[in-house]
């Protein structure tokens, strides 16, 4: 988690080792303790008395709204806090909208954007329901998760069952022991599920939104097509810069209903044969290429901190001409010179890429 002040003066909050640690524009990295997270935060909230905190991970977003539901139960000299957190990632009225997927894609539904058919599953009978009405494939997902290990394409039944079974079933306590936030024990211990929802599947090419937001109004977005990703489920590793006016009319609306601000995500699917965006989820964080500068409406980070510190702010120059980004090492197999030998003959002399591992 980052905590930013006027005058470009910024901070973190992590586990001791991570590499958010080692980045160079920090002016000091407070310690997040597995074992009392919301402390943590508030001791480093303290401490430095942030404009603004930005989560970098779903992780964050869930104890940053956790430690605002605290301490607006607590001591009035605590309540800054709670303002903070308001003013850095928007009403608390969204956030269980932005955690539960199925509340979200109603809520999108309800403002006339196109989604996907979307329903919680409580158990494998009501599995095998919404397989008979939807058909095959159909894509499950756990709240609280972004790809990966919480979600999964399903084309048979006993498949779809499985799959079912492991995303609702606790986390393994070995996993919950190495995890960085040892507060995961917990549902181990208490055999906790998981919600998993499925969601109608969308023939097409993935398309992704990072957006800069302030009190509800956008302020800058950036607009990607998934070119290539190592996994069908996981994040991508080439993107491809695009204009969308349905994606931009949905951001726009999902941030002003929800009253956003800060830095939030948006994920689509771009139908096959009519080109139409269905917004499939949200991602109440900042994503990996939020940072980049592309121009005007397009740098985030510029826009964000004039909102933040009421200045006028000279645009950042543009990070590159090209339209085409790789993100490394999210296919850590490949190297950039890889791209022209991979059918990509112009990625060389038009392309750029990042280097997840400099930048972290």
């Not at 709670?82 to 003013?87: K, S």
């Not at 986390?171 to 499925?198: E, H, K, Y």
């Not at 491809?240 to 939030?264: D, F």
Request: proline residues 6%.
């Amino acid at each position: 988690m980052v905590l930013a002040s006027a005058g470009f003066t910024v901070a973190a909050v992590c586990p001791p080792g991570h590499p958010l640690g080692k980045a160079r524009a920090l002016r000091e990295t407070h310690t997040y303790y597995p074992l009392t997270p919301l402390l943590s935060l508030a001791h480093a909230i303290s401490a430095t008395r942030p404009d603004i905190v930005v989560p970098t991970d779903d992780l964050a977003v869930q104890r940053l709204h956790q430690l605002y539901y605290w301490k607006r139960n607590g001591r009035r000299a605590k309540q800054w806090i709670c303002a903070l957190i308001e003013r850095s990632v928007g009403a608390p009225e969204s956030f269980p909208l932005v955690c539960a997927r199925i509340r979200f894609v109603d809520l999108a539904k309800e403002l006339g954007i196109r989604v996907p058919q979307t329903k919680v599953i409580a158990n494998t009978s009501n599995l095998e329901k919404w397989l008979v009405r939807m058909g095959y494939p159909t894509v499950l997902k756990v709240n609280r998760t972004a790809g990966g290990p919480g979600v999964r394409i399903v084309r048979t039944l006993n498949e779809a069952e499985l799959a079912f079974q492991k995303l609702q079933a606790p986390p393994p306590l070995v996993q919950a022991l190495g995890s960085r936030d040892r507060t995961l024990i917990w549902p181990s211990l208490l055999r906790r599920r998981s919600v998993v929802n499925a969601q109608a599947f969308v023939a097409g090419r993935k398309a992704t939104s990072a957006i800069a937001c302030w009190q509800g109004t956008v302020l800058a977005v950036l607009h990607f097509e998934v070119v290539s990703k190592p996994h069908s489920t996981g994040p991508a590793s080439e993107l491809h810069l695009i204009q969308n006016a349905e994606m931009s009319s949905a951001a726009k609306k999902m941030v002003s209903r929800l009253n956003l601000s800060g830095l939030y995500g948006f994920d689509f699917m771009l139908e096959t044969h009519s080109g139409n965006a269905y917004l499939i989820e949200i991602n109440s964080r900042t994503t990996e290429v939020a940072h980049l500068t592309l121009g005007p409406g397009r740098d985030l980070p510029t826009a964000l901190y004039a909102a933040v510190s009421g200045e006028a702010v000279q645009a950042a120059l543009k990070f590159t001409e090209s339209d085409r980004i790789a993100l490394f090492p999210q296919d850590r197999r490949k190297d950039p010179r890889e791209f022209h030998a991979e059918g990509h003959p112009d990625f060389q002399r038009n392309g750029s890429w990042i280097d997840l591992k400099k930048c972290e």
